[in-house]
């Protein structure tokens, strides 16, 4: 039986104004290839309490896979954290390594060089495992597995991976992909050391997740993940839950996959390739067990953050449905999704549901209504307001309600000086962001201040600002750019951009527009005072 989850805040529906910034973690500084939660995190958090900020948002943080790019949306587990995110220093701190041990190569400080940091950081986490187990590490691992109901399926599907040379679950021996009992007996049996090295992998991630948690509660600082609807095929949440997606009977593979229909940016639309859920198809049995699955999956994220953005939650009302054997999205149909009474039952079951939803693209009515009827905030992203509709909804003077998260840009838009300085963006939508700030003669670099200062003044209870678009970075810095296959997430933000003054120049501009926070944060991390 789930614990109800309770919080001690109201997150976006607060009556006070508040700010925050949006940085993954793999972008935080530090000499080990990638950001992790040790004192690039640090960093980070000691800025914006400076600054005044109470919100930090991620993207998602579970493992990543090279064959998808690294995206933090296409994991192999909804419920595990990803490696890379464990730090090194901590590592030695806690004696599982020796300083001796750590001698990076000499990566850079600009970018994720992600096969290499992968070999580099595994290296050293097989090093400390080793330690771990000597040490008599095995009973923290036992009590692991008695808490958290997923960890041995996880580590079981990980040396699986390893053993069939990263093949997908659904081509593994037949025995296997079906989740035959004796077979997974067996191998677990013979891939022992394997399981206790995953297993080890997310002790310590959790490990330090506790402590980084610790570390925000200190300066007052909220913490906002990200919650991707729909999961890998080639993952341990289908391959443990094959019941609950949409999948061929004998092949084991998808018969309808996830995407969007086409539209003024595409003609073919977008074909994900992610398994559908059986929403309304299954009987009684299956909507118990999607409902079952994804109240642990919620209650899981929200054991690490303290608000969740849902990506796509149009799905919830309504999803494109494209036959498998499509290779674009233009034949799916609209399905409908669990709807409003699916929100009601996650709530009885864990009580109130701190979310944002992103309801950007195409949003429909029946859309709108499950967002207004759940009394949820949505997205407002500056970035598209301006193509010279006075009526468009995210032009601040038409945002219907406070209740709302304003962003000058999200992770998969342009920067905001990237879009200024992009000869395919018009000059009309350049101009009316120029003309609608009253500022005609403003250099095109300087565009970032402008979106800036409507995203604070906006009447949106709480503004994000990505970090590149506060520095008034280039598309150089662009985290995704959406439907291509390489080269996204890798920017980093080196140490020395977390200035004091670009801290006590937000919190200026906070002050000005009433964000800034009401109880005084301690930038030393001693405490919230009143």
Same mark, same amino acid.
């Given at each position: ?22 940085? %993954?973690? =793999?972008?935080?500084?530090?000499? %080990? ?82 096969? #290499? ?31 958290? &109901? ?6 079981? +599907? ?46 310590? +991630? ?30 341990? &949440?289908?391959?443990?839950?094959? &019941? ?10 998808? =018969? ?6 086409? &539209? ?16 309304? #198809? ?15 999956? +919620?209650?899981?994220? +929200? ?8 990506? %796509? ?33 996650? =709530? ?97 670099? #300087? ?36 439907? =291509? ?46």
């Amino acid at each position: 039986m789930l614990a109800k989850h309770t919080h001690s805040h109201q997150g976006v529906k607060s009556q006070e104004r508040t700010c925050g910034i949006l940085l %993954h973690l =793999t972008s935080l500084p530090g000499r %080990h290839g990638c950001g992790d939660l040790g004192a690039g995190a640090d960093r980070c958090l000691d800025f914006l309490a400076r600054a005044g900020q109470r919100y930090w948002q991620i993207l998602p943080i579970n493992p990543t896979s090279a064959h998808f790019d690294n995206s933090p949306y296409m994991s192999c587990s909804s419920m595990a954290g990803n490696p890379l995110l464990v730090s090194p220093e901590t590592l030695t701190t806690q004696g599982l390594l020796n300083h001796q041990d750590l001698n990076p190569p000499p990566f850079s400080d600009f970018l994720v060089e992600f096969p #290499q940091v992968i070999a580099y950081r595994r290296a050293l986490l097989e090093r400390a495992c080793v330690a771990f187990l000597a040490a008599g590490g095995g009973a923290e691992l036992a009590r692991q597995s008695d808490e958290l &109901d997923w960890i041995e399926d996880y580590a079981l +599907f990980m040396a699986l991976k390893e053993k069939y040379q990263e093949k997908p679950w659904y081509e593994w021996p037949a025995a296997l992909a079906r989740r035959d009992a004796t077979a997974l007996a067996g191998e677990r049996k013979t891939l022992g050391p394997r399981l206790d090295y995953f297993r080890f992998e997310q002790a310590m +991630f959790f490990r330090q997740w506790r402590d980084f948690r610790q570390r925000l509660a200190r300066r007052g600082i909220k913490l906002i993940g990200d919650l991707p609807i729909y999961v890998s095929q080639d993952s341990v &949440d289908v391959w443990a839950n094959q &019941d609950i997606f949409q999948l061929d009977r004998r092949s084991r593979r998808p =018969t309808m996959v996830a995407g969007v229909p086409p &539209d003024y940016f595409s003609a073919t639309g977008q074909r994900w390739g992610n398994p559908l859920y059986r929403w309304h #198809q299954g009987g009684p049995e299956v909507e118990r067990a999607l409902l079952d699955w994804w109240t642990r999956r +919620f209650a899981a994220a +929200f054991s690490l953050v303290d608000l969740i953005r849902v990506d %796509h939650f149009r799905a919830f009302a309504a999803y494109w449905a494209i036959p498998a054997r499509e290779t674009t999205a233009v034949r799916g149909t609209w399905q409908p999704g669990p709807g409003e009474p699916f929100f009601r039952q996650l =709530t009885e079951r864990l009580g109130d549901l701190p979310l944002i939803i992103e309801d950007l693209g195409l949003i429909t009515p029946d859309v709108e209504r499950l967002r207004d009827g759940l009394g949820l905030p949505g997205m407002k992203v500056l970035q598209f307001a301006f193509d010279g509709d006075p009526d468009n909804v995210y032009l601040p003077h038409n945002f219907r309600s406070p209740d709302c998260v304003v962003y000058t840009g999200t992770h998969d838009n342009e920067t905001t000086v990237g879009w200024q300085l992009n000869p395919q963006v018009s000059e009309a939508a350049k101009h009316q962001l120029r003309t609608y700030v009253n500022r005609q003669g403003v250099e095109p670099g #300087q565009a970032h201040e402008n979106m800036i200062h409507l995203a604070l003044a906006s009447t949106a209870r709480l503004a994000i600002l990505p970090m590149q678009d506060l520095l008034g970075f280039g598309n150089d810095c662009r985290m995704n750019t959406p439907s =291509t296959q390489q080269g996204n997430w890798r920017w980093r933000c080196h140490e020395r951009y977390f200035t004091p003054e670009l801290a006590d120049s937000l919190a200026q501009r906070c002050r000005l527009f009433g964000r800034y926070p009401r109880t005084i944060i301690d930038p030393m991390g001693l405490g919230a005072k009143p």
